[in-house]
């Protein structure tokens, strides 16, 4: 029932910016959260950000005053915007959404946008 859709990923250089965006779609509403993870070859995926649907967003302290989460709950969609990224930043981007319904909680994955940062 429900589709998250990742775009924005691609390859950077050192320094540079890249905004991600996740558009979901499909029977969603009420309280939930959405949010980044990124997983890194070899690597177990991580949390990058999450954002709640009142606005408060919460950040692994490897990205915290680099990037930023925003969401705009009218369009279902979710940002990142990431600076001065780093080749350790380099990892497939999910998008995650928690969805609240009748007090259970149902987590919910989009495919996946690869960012790549290279010289």
């Known amino acids: 029932q429900v589709q998250l859709v990742e775009s924005g990923g691609g390859l950077v250089q050192p320094g540079g910016s890249l905004r991600l965006s996740c558009a979901a779609s499909g029977s969603i509403f009420g309280i939930n959260t959405m949010g980044w993870y990124r997983q890194a070859p070899g690597k177990q995926r991580e949390l990058v950000a999450t954002?709640?649907?009142?606005?408060?967003?919460n950040y692994a302290d490897s990205v915290k005053g680099r990037f930023t989460i925003s969401r705009d709950n009218a369009k279902n969609t979710v940002y990142l915007q990431m600076n001065s990224l780093k080749p350790e930043d380099t990892a497939v981007y999910y998008c995650n959404l928690i969805l609240n319904l009748w007090g259970v909680e149902s987590n919910y994955w989009g495919q996946g946008t690869q960012v790549t940062v290279s010289s």
């Open positions: 954002i709640t649907s009142g606005g408060r967003a």
